[in-house]
């Protein structure tokens, strides 16, 4: 896209902005782009003003969606839905940041600390949350570590679900 002109590129970029808005897939608007830009090679090739040829980004956009037959109604109602359902679609990343937090500090507990040794008496107050060694600096980084872990965990969960979601 080097050889493209400034409003060449400020059109393509217009119409994928807008086709956007509209809910349009990330495969259709890259299907878009591409007949765009071989529109505007072969444009350059016979010494014609693409652009003229394609219109405002506006009414490619409009023609776009009436070819396609995109209830534009249904889409912004979608895009509503989809902003509510957001708040429900971080629950499950955070419940398994939860879960890998307990996890991890269960068994930084077991296999890293004396809380559970029989053999030796335990003279602080063991928490799972927040207390699972007598020795501060150690206690601090293994927390530390399970709160990372539990961040990644969450983070790479909301990933996943986002890329099912299609968003």
Do not use: C
């Amino acid at each position: 896209m080097d050889w493209m002109t400034a409003e060449e590129k400020q059109f393509v970029n217009e119409v994928l902005a807008a086709l956007k808005e509209y809910g349009v897939r990330l495969k259709e608007r890259e299907k878009v782009k591409f007949q765009i830009v071989e529109h505007i090679q072969e444009s350059h090739e016979h010494g014609t003003d693409a652009l003229e040829e394609l219109g405002g980004p506006e009414a490619f956009v409009k023609d776009y969606v009436e070819i396609n037959e995109i209830d534009v109604h249904s889409r912004i109602k979608k895009t509503h839905l989809t902003k509510k359902e957001s708040g429900r679609s971080i629950l499950p990343a955070l419940l398994a940041s939860a879960v890998v937090y307990f996890m991890s500090q269960i068994l930084f507990s077991l296999f890293l600390t004396e809380a559970f040794n029989p053999l030796r008496s335990n003279d602080f107050e063991y928490n799972l949350l927040y207390r699972i060694s007598g020795n501060s600096w150690w206690n601090s980084l293994l927390v530390l570590v399970s709160i990372g872990i539990a961040v990644l965990a969450g983070v790479l969960i909301q990933t996943m679900n986002k890329r099912k979601m299609g968003a």
